[in-house]
């Protein structure tokens, strides 16, 4: 079958018993980096020495093939670089394959960075929303929180050290300098950092250098929370001045707000200079 293994997120006394188990005894693992895989069989002092298989991004969809053949006769160990396949990282691809080819799919349970950060966030965590990767671009990342802006959970996503300052500004310009948030820094590592404070204080924080893995957790938008008129318009112009159509960023404003499509459309066309 395939087995999917949760590995450390930074301390490698968080691998559980389990894990090193199957570390000591598995044939084949499929594994997004070998050298890292590499490192964690050395770090935990495994004896075992299993055929390693690059599986990443780039390769699944032609590997799952060969992996899964591989399964159908003997335990195949899926790992990440950290934390759990399939969430943000390989795996998702096969394990649909096996499921749909009929090939059992276990788990063995482990550290979350998701889970992690929301937990000493200090925010609400009896609902949230995990969102991934923010976008590279600050015309996508800015979209990615206005389609956001009301939603009521606690949102959780990961990030670049080398853009973090920029995401932040960019969360403070569209959900509000006092919307409150965390910046959780080498969770579980011996430099672990939790930033809490509102928007734009961490934005201003972070326009220092900050460095390793990063989770960044914001609050939810408060109960009765809406967007003016005016803030909706300005959104609609920022669509607009990265090539979106005035129609089309309209109906993307009203459906994100609630507000009236067509008077977001008027109140636009009004807006603009006169030739």
Request: hydrophobic residues 45%; contains cysteine; charged residues 25%.
């Amino acid at each position: 079958m395939i087995i999917l293994g949760g590995t450390p997120i930074g301390n490698l006394g968080d691998a559980s018993p389990r894990l090193r188990e199957m570390l000591e005894t598995v044939a084949v693992i499929a594994c997004e980096d070998t050298r890292t895989t590499s490192k964690l069989l050395a770090g935990l002092h495994i004896e075992n020495r299993p055929k390693l298989i690059a599986l990443h991004e780039h390769n699944e969809g032609d590997r799952a093939g060969e992996i899964l053949r591989l399964a159908v006769d003997d335990d195949v160990l899926v790992l990440s670089d950290a934390g759990m396949p399939t969430v943000s990282d390989p795996g998702f691809v096969l394990v649909r394959a096996a499921v749909e080819a009929g090939i059992g799919v276990s788990i063995i349970p482990g550290p979350s960075a998701v889970v992690t950060a929301l937990a000493v966030s200090g925010l609400p965590t009896d609902r949230f929303t995990f969102e991934g990767f923010l976008p590279r671009k600050s015309s996508d990342r800015r979209t990615v929180f206005a389609a956001l802006e009301r939603e009521p959970r606690t949102m959780v996503f990961f990030e670049s050290p080398h853009r973090i300052d920029e995401s932040l500004a960019d969360a403070r310009d569209v959900l509000g300098a006092d919307r409150p948030a965390a910046v959780c820094r080498e969770l579980t590592k011996m430099f672990e950092e939790v930033k809490r404070g509102t928007l734009g204080e961490l934005a201003e924080w972070a326009r220092d250098e900050v460095r390793g893995e990063i989770v960044v957790v914001i609050g939810g938008a408060a109960a009765g929370a809406s967007v003016s008129f005016e803030d909706a318009l300005a959104e609609v112009a920022r669509l607009t001045a990265t090539g979106l159509g005035l129609k089309d960023a309209s109906a993307q404003v009203a459906d994100l707000t609630g507000l009236s499509k067509r008077d977001l459309y008027q109140g636009a066309l009004g807006s603009r200079p006169k030739i």
